[in-house]
């Protein structure tokens, strides 16, 4: 079945600093993939998604290129701030059959001023 | 509000008891999902709805789970007899239509918690 891997957390950070959080995946055929952010006390958001291999998602500074030869859609930012402050899942949707989300187990990210 | 809204935000239960956990999702979207969320872990599929049609409950954990849709908008989770493996965050989503590659929204969850 369709699985997602993230990198274990908490990942901390300086103000500033290069973010990079790994997802690799494991599907048939052409999923979708996503990255979703829970802020403290808040529910998901969807931060960026690709839908096809080497599309780009991005949204507020975050960036995710959808490889498909690695199987791999890696969170990258160039400049974290203290209000990225959050937990990072990232996710995929199969390309047919169940429309539900399969979810990483979803990587904290501490960014300290 | 435009976004999906579950209630109540937090339900404390005894082992044993039913609870009901409610769901509206933005109106006009036809595809509602349930997932559970455990602590520390990313969320887990339980059901999915197209209108009032439930077309995935592969999810579900049990019989004593049940979910309906009855008219196709608000949603409501049921669980019975309440055991402490079932204390966790139940989410609620939404999206336009099952077709296109609309995103899911969610909603803040119901944190359960069975003493």
């Known amino acids: 079945g369709d699985s997602v891997t993230q990198m274990e957390g908490p990942v901390t950070l300086s103000e500033e600093a290069f973010l990079t959080i790994n997802c690799t995946y494991t599907a048939t055929g052409y999923p979708s993939l996503f990255w979703y952010v829970q802020y403290p006390g808040e529910g998901l958001q969807l931060l960026l998604k690709?839908?096809?291999?080497?599309d780009k998602g991005s949204n507020k500074g975050f960036e995710a290129t959808y490889r498909k030869e690695t199987t791999s859609f890696h969170l990258e930012k160039g400049s974290v701030q203290v209000s990225d402050s959050a937990v990072y899942f990232c996710a995929l949707r199969g390309y047919t059959g169940r429309r539900a989300l399969t979810f990483g187990s979803g990587t904290r990210l501490q960014v300290q001023p | 509000g435009a976004g999906v809204s579950q209630s109540p935000r937090y339900k404390v239960a005894k082992r044993g008891q039913d609870v009901a956990l409610r769901c509206d999702p933005i109106?006009?979207?036809?595809?509602l999902f349930w997932y559970q969320q455990a602590l520390g872990q990313g969320p887990e599929f339980l059901t999915y709805?197209?209108?009032?049609?439930?077309?995935?409950k592969s999810g579900l954990p049990s019989d004593r789970f049940f979910a309906e849709r009855p008219e196709g908008s608000v949603s409501t989770l049921k669980i019975q007899r309440t055991q402490q493996e079932d204390s966790a965050v139940y989410l609620c989503?939404?999206?336009?239509?099952?077709?296109?590659?609309?995103?899911?929204?969610f909603g803040d969850g119901t944190r359960l918690s069975i003493l």
């Open positions: 989503a939404s999206s336009q239509d099952p077709v296109s590659n609309q995103p899911q929204h």
């Open positions: 709805f197209q209108n009032e049609a439930q077309l995935d």
């Open positions: 109106s006009g979207h036809v595809s």
């Open positions: 690709a839908t096809k291999a080497d």
